[in-house]
């Protein structure tokens, strides 16, 4: 299998149109257990955000056989760094599956330097830390995600202990939010029409489903 097949194999990289999107949405392709930590500064403001991501073993085991360019069964921290590379160089396109609004604005992050990747007991993990551009104060009503937009990888934070805020909120309110899919669906049924998913413009809509972390300061 050449590289450019491999890298197709990585599914979570790979750059969907919306017609592949809304396909995906009812099965998704891979999955993973993540962990987000908010992390407080001395000021009193968002100083980065830092992720963990446990893929499944049946995704894991295919990284394993695309990257494994010696055969021995094992990523080598060289084969680490090329998935780690690709991932970083793609997910810059999806805003990192990173998630951050503020009083209704969306606000982008920092490209990160890089994404740390290692394969423990037979699952590919991923560490990495995001900043919100032009920093971010602990002010009014904020959210913070992660999800693929193109619906095409499972996030999922199996307790809420794994979305944690770490520093001083200096009273703010913090609640994990776990939306309600059917929920959701019955409130948008009218406008999730074909042309909606056939948008050349493109609709963000998984966002709606992503568990997220608010703070209320």
Request: negative net charge.
């Amino acid at each position: 299998m050449n590289r450019s097949a491999s890298i197709r194999r990585l599914g979570l990289i790979c750059a969907f149109t919306t017609a592949s999107a809304t396909a995906a949405f009812s099965h998704p392709h891979v999955f993973a257990e993540a962990r987000l930590e908010i992390m407080i500064g001395d000021r009193g403001s968002v100083s980065e955000l830092r992720h963990v991501w446990r893929f499944d073993e049946l995704f894991s085991s295919t990284v394993l056989l695309d990257f494994d360019t010696n055969a021995n069964l094992k990523l080598e921290p060289e084969e680490l760094a090329e998935v780690g590379r690709i991932v970083h160089d793609s997910l810059a396109d999806f805003n990192f599956f990173t998630s951050i609004i503020q009083n209704g604005r969306d606000i982008s992050v920092v490209v990160p330097d890089g994404i740390n990747v290692d394969y423990q007991d037979g699952q590919l993990l991923m560490f990495f830390a995001v900043q919100a551009e032009d920093g971010m104060s602990l002010d009014g009503n904020m959210s913070f995600g992660v999800y693929d937009p193109t619906m095409y990888t499972a996030i999922d934070f199996i307790n809420d202990s794994d979305m944690v805020v770490a520093g001083n909120t200096n009273g703010c309110k913090q609640t994990v939010v776990r939306p309600d899919v059917d929920e959701i669906l019955a409130q948008n049924q009218e406008s999730l029409t074909e042309a909606f998913f056939n948008d050349p413009a493109g609709n963000d809509f998984s966002k709606f489903f992503a568990t997220r972390l608010e703070l209320k300061c």
